[in-house]
């Protein structure tokens, strides 16, 4: 069976002091992992999809990378606005087009 | 440039009573539809995904139903809620054939009282 764990369930960080997110999957033939941001009261906002172990993603403060068994989201020097909840999901190739999440981490950034 | 669409943004009814949601999308054609839940402390569970019009696969039995009458609109109903269906549904797409990220729209926030 698919599963997604991250961890920590939750993270405070002071402004400036890097940290990374844990993804940990178990999947039947991984498809893509794909990275979600998501704000209180909104639909996720889609980050990034990694496809084979070794491969990176980088978007501003934001690099993502993929092993055979998980996937970190860096963020290295955060900032406020990246205070969010931040999604992991896995897409198998046997299941069609659907997308399997974990429960987030839910990131707060303090001034 | 695509958009996603849904409405209402937020729902109070009562147990009992029949629920629909639409979620329209723009800018693309014939995109791959899935309605999902979120409930507070989990993650997104898939309820429905659509490859086509008329077209609808279930992931989860329940009172829920989803229909895809016109290539861009997808519509989740229930005949009568259940207070177990209260929660925050997303709508999302993703383009046939690839490449497979979802993009999701704003969500509806449901309340069965």
């Known amino acids: 069976e698919d599963q997604v764990t991250q961890s920590p369930e939750a993270l405070r960080l002071q402004e400036g002091e890097s940290s990374s997110l844990n993804c940990s999957y178990t999947?039947?033939?991984?498809?893509?992992l794909f990275w979600y941001r998501q704000d209180p009261g909104k639909g996720p906002e889609f980050l990034f999809t990694l496809y084979s172990a070794g491969e990176e993603k980088e978007k501003e403060r934001l690099k993502a990378t993929l092993t055979k068994k998980e996937s970190f989201l860096h963020i290295t020097a955060p900032k406020p606005e990246d205070s969010a909840t931040y999604l992991c999901a896995v897409q198998a190739w046997t299941g069609a087009n659907n997308l399997f999440f974990g429960t987030g981490t839910r990131l707060t950034v303090i001034p | 440039s695509q958009t996603i669409h849904q409405w209402p943004a937020t729902l109070v009814q009562p147990v009992g009573s029949p629920l629909s949601l639409e979620c329209t999308v723009e800018?693309?054609?014939?995109?791959?539809l899935y309605w999902y839940r979120q409930a507070a402390g989990r993650g997104l569970q898939l309820l429905f995904y659509?490859?086509?019009?008329?077209?609808i696969s279930s992931e989860v039995p329940q009172n829920l139903s989803a229909s895809r009458p016109q290539d861009r609109q997808f519509i989740l109903s229930s005949k009568k809620l259940l207070l177990s269906d209260s929660g925050f549904y997303l709508c999302?797409?993703?383009?046939?054939?690839?490449?497979?990220?979802?993009?999701f729209g704003p969500g509806t926030r449901l309340t069965v009282t």
């Open positions: 659509s490859v086509g019009i008329g077209q």
């Open positions: 800018g693309t054609s014939n995109p791959n």
């Open positions: 999947v039947s033939g991984l498809r893509g």
């Open positions: 999302a797409w993703s383009f046939a054939g690839g490449p497979d990220e979802q993009y």
